[in-house]
């Protein structure tokens, strides 16, 4: 099948949260798969242009029209990609190739990225490439389907479309002089895209997507109610016969406590009782807190961002402080009134609280490596990549049970046993304290359960490939194959 993937961002070449990963890996899984040719279309950042590991050569260009203006667009294609996954980059300096930065917060991100959805369709069209499914992402993209629909049908007359939700809470509101200025579509297409009289351009690739999806069977769900979707829960609910969650998998190559070139030690799941144990007093040493084998290690590596659930954490970080002997480290940089609770936090317990407001890919290693419990209290959590890669590093997850984190961490149950983790159900500080507390006894009192729940998480298969099977399958019942 000839898949085209558009996305605004992509590890390793730009990346600012869980969508990056994501359009790392699923791209490379589904082209791992026989008969399958995959094709992801990114913006070509500053970032991505001055880095001399990504070599392209230009291979066509073609033009965007946005209202009444005409933009350029250079088609770039990756060199060397060994994997089998063909990656183009869309070349305008004004929309991404000369702006300083990061890859959004821009407050013209609306028209950088209804150009980028239009600069996708027409850079196929110049490399003739028309593949049988499209699959966009996130409200960067989000207006692809309808653009399908609404103008470039005469050149994609076969192909289908799918639109997936990573986070609802970004949806691509524009003014109404957005509707003339740039997108310039037939009038007929309006109503699509409004929702109280303004652009709303997930709504409209919600209503003309031929199959919608999301990142966790939980979250699908969850998406039917105002709490979660964030005012378009009955657009959704109206879709709701063409929605469906497929729970994200991880890159298990890249986080293998086995081979991570970040880890002093490694280890897997059959020798992780050493191996784990070396990682953690290194964890100690490099974060400056004392070495102590038997003392439990709470670890986050998180962005210090208020969904995460840190108001939770930070409600309950003194009362757990004083009532266990146990330490904390944080990894993540946010919103700055988090960042001076963790660094308060740490002055007053020096000896118990690591806080590392920075970011740094080894040291999150470092981290899942050398933690024992993962804290992700998360308000809400589409999927969730940070749990998996801490199970598979042997750290045991404390989870709200919303949404991926719900589909990822089945809990212990009242023996110790079973499960992958501790999870606790209505959003509340006391209710999180209780489930840490449970994990921490099983910790302490009964280490030899707490060592076979940390093999279990190790074994695992957070692997793409079943994922990248569902989402063949949707494919095939979009295109009737
Ligand atoms: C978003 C979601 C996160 C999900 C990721 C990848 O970042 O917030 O839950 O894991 O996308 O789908």
């Known amino acids: 099948m000839r898949i085209a993937v558009f996305a605004s961002e992509g590890a390793p070449y730009a990346k600012s949260g869980g969508l990056g990963d994501v359009m790392e890996a ?3 899984a589904l082209s791992r798969i026989p008969g399958n040719e995959v094709v992801l279309v990114l913006p070509y950042y500053k970032k991505i242009k001055e880095n001399p590991a990504y070599p392209v050569r230009q291979v066509a260009q073609c033009t965007v029209k ?29 929309y991404f190739g000369a702006r300083p930065g990061s890859i ?59 639109f997936t939700i990573h986070n609802i809470e970004y949806q691509g509101w524009a003014n109404p002089d957005f509707f003339d200025d740039v997108l310039a579509l037939p009038w007929g297409w309006r109503s699509t895209l409004d929702m109280n009289h303004c652009v709303n351009m997930m709504k409209g690739a919600i209503e003309t997507a031929d199959l919608v999806t999301t990142v966790s069977e939980t979250y699908a769900r969850e998406l039917m109610y105002p709490y979660y979707a964030h005012g378009l829960d009955g657009i959704l609910t109206d ?132 933690g024992d419990i993962y804290m992700m209290p998360s308000k809400s959590e589409p999927c969730g990549l940070s749990q998996m ?23 212990v149950d009242e023996h110790g046993e079973g499960g992958l983790g501790f999870t606790f159900q209505s959003y509340n500080g006391d209710d999180f304290l209780g489930a840490l507390e449970r994990c921490i006894h099983l910790y302490k009192k009964e280490p030899e359960k707490f060592r076979a729940l940390q093999q279990r998480d190790m074994e695992q298969d957070f692997s793409w490939d079943k994922p990248a099977q569902r989402y063949m399958d949707l494919f095939r019942e979009m295109t009737n194959r």
């Open 26 to 28: 699923l791209p490379a």
């Open 66 to 94: 946005l209202g009444w203006r005409r933009q350029y667009a250079g088609v770039m294609a990756l060199q060397g990609r060994s994997d089998g996954v063909k990656v183009y980059f869309i070349d305008n300096d004004y």
């Open 104 to 162: 959004y917060g821009d407050g013209d991100d609306g028209e950088r990225f209804a150009y980028f959805s239009k600069a996708c369709l027409e850079a196929l069209m110049a490399i003739h490439y028309i593949p049988d499914v499209i699959q966009c992402n996130d409200w960067q993209t989000a207006l692809v389907p309808t653009l399908l629909r609404a103008v470039y049908r005469p050149e994609f007359q076969d192909t289908k479309c799918m």
């Open 239 to 370: 879709a709701a016969w063409k929605l469906t969650g497929i729970t994200n998998g991880i890159d298990v190559n890249t986080f293998n406590p086995a081979t991570d070139p970040a880890l002093p030690w490694h280890y897997d799941a059959q020798s992780f009782r050493v191996g784990k144990a070396d990682c953690k007093a290194a964890l100690q040493q490099e974060v400056g807190l004392p070495v102590k084998p038997d003392v439990p290690m709470l670890v986050m590596v998180t962005r210090l961002a208020g969904h995460k659930g840190l108001d939770l954490l930070c409600y309950i970080a003194r009362k757990l402080l004083w009532a266990e002997d146990c330490q904390m480290v944080i990894l993540g940089t946010g919103e700055d009134h988090f960042e001076r609770f963790f660094k308060g936090l740490q002055e007053e317990f020096p000896d118990r609280v690591a806080a590392l407001i920075t970011f740094n890919l080894g040291l999150a290693s470092r981290i899942y490596a050398g």
């Open 389 to 411: 890669n801490a199970m598979r590093y042997g750290t045991v997850p404390v989870v709200h049970a919303t949404g991926g984190l719900k589909d990822t961490v089945p809990p």
